[in-house]
Structures are given as structure tokens and as C-alpha cells.
């Protein structure tokens, strides 16, 4: 595989050879956001939706945006080379100060890096997953880099023959380490509400909407472990995995152990969006 050009403080040089200082900020304390934009065809998918969410997280960190929407776009038409499918990974940072020092900057400068990857265009793979106390902080629904606790949430389902861990707090559902969840209750889709202890994933706000344009039932609502271990069905979604069927849940089979109607009838609904947008274009 060539190495992808990577965007990194208004130069384009190779990612193997970006470099940031040991003083960046994220780097020391995790001070920084990110955001992931999948793009089909060299054309980046639901970008508004994405951008807007990297200017919510922006201001919930006390960040102005270093660049406008218009620059946004011209950076990510030069890193989407091919029209192959792609995912861009794009991270601000509060840049450098000259010392290591909780509180912010006087006049910080942001850093600024961002590249894209290919994406497999294949049918998903069933998932395993676990489900586990949810150690995150108060404020998840910033799509921050700090991920330490998601990453061993993660590695605790991948030690366990899993592909992700269902975060549970207060007996409650809240998502995946990396993905929201969706449960298929009684015949009605049930994903948790939006608020501080999850992320509003741009995948998960779609799914609903494909939900309402095809007469799916579904609530967003509180969604207990107690009634996520007896779904029906349970799916996952995220930008770059898109929509994922869980067919075993703390290693007990969910329903026969095989990927559910709806979720083949979501599948393919989403599957049918995204060709419309090319076919737009």
C-alpha cells in the first residue's frame, strides 16, 4: 500500500513523514477533538452533518475552528485521491505552548492534521460483543481524543473472542466503545437518547431517518442492559463499519445467532441510499 498524503498545518507531505512536537498539547494531556468522514466515490458523505459536529465538539472544548467550512472541503478534494471508498481522520489539536502547563495557552495554535485510508466495500461481518461498565467521563458526547477508556474497553472484548464492548451505565445503555447501539424491542427499533453520555453519531442519525422514510417504528429512549440482553435483534453503527448485526451478546446467542431480517432490510435500505447519492451526482 503507498503511503497517503497527509494534510498537517497547511502542508501536504507524505504521513509517514508528519511530525508534531512533544509540546503538543494533545499529545501531553489529550486536549483535542477528531472527527472521521467516510467518502464514496471521492465524494465525502453527509459532510455538513460531520463538520457540524466537529464545530460542536470545537466550542464544548473552548476551541475556535482554525479553518471554515469552504477550507474544510478543499483539503479533504486533495487527500480523496480515486474514486474509491475512503475515510477521512481529521484531528485538531490546541497546537503547542512553551511548557507543559494544565491550563490553556494565551494564544494557542491549533494543530491541524488530517489523511484518508480506503474503506473495504464489503458486506460486514457479524459481530460478537460484550457488554461492560461504562468508565468514560461525564462529557462523551464530545468526540474527543482522549480515548484511553475506550480503547481498554475495546481490548477487554478482544481479549474475550469479541468485536466490541456496549458501554452500560446505571444500568443503562449508552453505546459501543466505538459505535452506537440500536436494539430491536417487541418489533420496535430502540436507540438511546442523545445527551452528554454518548456520541451523536452521523451513521446512527441517518439510520433513523431511513427508519422514518420506511415506516420502521422506533424510539430513542433510556434502553436497560436487561432489555438489550433480550432483543431481538442488536445492531452497531459507526461512519467507517456502518451498520453491523451483534449476533452473540456476553457470549449468548442473540435470537438464533444469525443477523436479523430488519437488519438485512436496513442493510439494504442504506445500502440503496448511498447508491442514489452517486447516481446524483
Not at 190 to 196: D, E, I, M, Q, S
Request: aromatic share 8%; with cysteine.
Amino acid at each position: 500500500m503507498s503511503d497517503p498524503i497527509a494534510y498537517l498545518n497547511g502542508t501536504y507531505l507524505p504521513l509517514s513523514e508528519a511530525r508534531i512536537s512533544v509540546l503538543d498539547r494533545g499529545f501531553l494531556f489529550g486536549d483535542g477533538v477528531y472527527e472521521v468522514i467516510p467518502a464514496y466515490g471521492g465524494t465525502p458523505f453527509r459532510l455538513g452533518q460531520h463538520l457540524q459536529r466537529l464545530e460542536n465538539s470545537l466550542q464544548a472544548i473552548r476551541m475556535e475552528p482554525p479553518l471554515d467550512r469552504n477550507q474544510w472541503r478543499i483539503i479533504l478534494q486533495r487527500l480523496l485521491h480515486g474514486n474509491g471508498d475512503q475515510a477521512v481522520y481529521l484531528q485538531i489539536t490546541r497546537g503547542t505552548a512553551p511548557k507543559r502547563d494544565h491550563a490553556f495557552p494565551a494564544s494557542p495554535q491549533a494543530t491541524v492534521v488530517a489523511w484518508a485510508t480506503p474503506i473495504a466495500n464489503t458486506p460486514p461481518q457479524p459481530a460478537r460483543a460484550i457488554t461492560h461498565p461504562d468508565i468514560r467521563w461525564q462529557w462523551c458526547h464530545i468526540k474527543a481524543i482522549t480515548l484511553l477508556a475506550n480503547v481498554l474497553m475495546r481490548q477487554q472484548a478482544v481479549d474475550e473472542g469479541c468485536q466490541e464492548a456496549i458501554l452500560v451505565r446505571d444500568d443503562m445503555v449508552t453505546e459501543g466503545a466505538a459505535s452506537n447501539v440500536f436494539a430491536l424491542i417487541e418489533g420496535t427499533l430502540v436507540t438511546p437518547a442523545k445527551g452528554p453520555h454518548l456520541l451523536p453519531g452521523i451513521t446512527r442519525d441517518l439510520i433513523l431517518e431511513l427508519a422514518t422514510a420506511n415506516d420502521i417504528p422506533y424510539e430513542e429512549r433510556n434502553l436497560s442492559a436487561a432489555e438489550l440482553a433480550s432483543a431481538s435483534e442488536i445492531w452497531l453503527s459507526s461512519s467507517t463499519r456502518e451498520l453491523v448485526p451483534v449476533v452473540e451478546l456476553d457470549h449468548q446467542p442473540v435470537s438464533d445467532g444469525e443477523p436479523g431480517p430488519l437488519w438485512q432490510r436496513m442493510y439494504d435500505i442504506f445500502q440503496h441510499y448511498k447508491r442514489s447519492l452517486a447516481t446524483a451526482r
